[in-house]
Structures are given as C-alpha cells and as structure tokens.
C-alpha cells in the first residue's frame, strides 16, 4: 500500500475518464441522432477547455463527472425500455450498479436516482414501486460493497479496521451539509458562497 499520492497515477486517472466520458456521449449522441451529430458532440467534449483542463491536472472532477453521466445513460437507457413494454432486469441491475458507483464518486451524484424516481413515478405511478426497489437495493449494496475498496481500512488519521471505515462514510455524508466556506470573487470583492453574500446578479454576468 503506497504512503504517498502518486500525482502520475492521478493524471493517468483523470485521462483515463475524460476518453471514456467522450466516447460515453458519443455513444449517447449514436442513440439520439445520426453518427454526424454523435461526433460533433464528442468533439465539442474534447474542445471544451475547463473540462480538458480538469483531465490534464488530475482533477476528481472529470471521473465523477463520467461516472454520473454513465448513469444518466442507464438510466434513460431503463426508461427506454420501460416505455417500449419489455421486461428490463439486466437494465434494472445495470442501472443501480451505475447508480452505486456515481455516488461513490461523488455524493452530489443522488440527484440521479432522485430524477429517475421521480420520472418513474410520473409515468407508471404505483407500477414504478418495484423498478425503484430492485435499482435502490442493486445501487445500496454497490455503494456499501465498494465502500471499502475505495477508502483502506487502515488509514492515517482515523481509527484502524472497520470502524475507521465508517467514520470516513458518515465523514462523506456530513460533508455533503456541512461544507467549508468558499469565497466567490467578483467584481473586485470577494464574498462567501452561501449565496446570501453574493449579489444576485452574479449568476447571470457569470453566464453571460
């Protein structure tokens, strides 16, 4: 087990997904139009200079970005068949497996199980009860097995075995509430994130 990070490990990891991220929305791109159009957008992907940077300096952004798009995929991809009337079990395990993994990645993946509930439920109301608990209980048990994998058991700074395991899993879910103050600059000044601070006609000159 290594003491240190590797920084050339981290690159390769990054670069590793942003081409899998391109050839995911080319694939996407494949289902929704003709293969003109799929390239473009994988062009456009590559060409985007925030997201290419991401992959170059090793940023967790880039791989939690494609894991969340991953399922999205097979999640549109279990809607699909839902809605031409086949039976989707290998979908409906494909989708909690993605599911699981995105939000190993990154805690803000939960709003895609969120929209996939709230899509099923729209559409097949109480039919959509089972999907929901087969995808739920596949993505709980992929989040609660890779769980250790992701993070050793033993680890500098908190408690060895098992125990220090969970301490890091209720340290990722608290984060996601309790988070560190970021400072916006803008316009000369700067304020802190909460949104409160902000003026509110940041968004729209940080869009435009």
Known sequence: ??????????????????GVLVALVVFEGFFWTNSIHARLAG???ILLPRLW???????????STTFIFAALIACRSLLHQLSEGRRPSFALILTGVAIGLAMLTKLTAVTVPMT????LLLTYRHRALLPLLVVGTVSLVTFVGGWPWLWPVDLAGYSTGWI?????????FRVGIDRATIYVDFLGQQYPHNGVAVPW???LVFFL
């Not at 220090?164 to 990722?172: A, D, N, P, V």
């Open 1 to 18: 087990k290594p003491d240190v990070i590797s920084p050339k490990g981290g690159r390769a990891a990054s670069a590793v997904a942003f």
């Open 43 to 45: 062009l456009a992907t």
């Open 201 to 203: 006609h940041y968004s």
């Open 164 to 172: 220090g395991t969970s301490e890091r899993l209720i340290e990722f």
């Open 116 to 119: 996939l509930t709230l899509s």
């Open 53 to 63: 940077g991401h992959a170059f300096l090793a940023s967790p952004e880039v791989i």
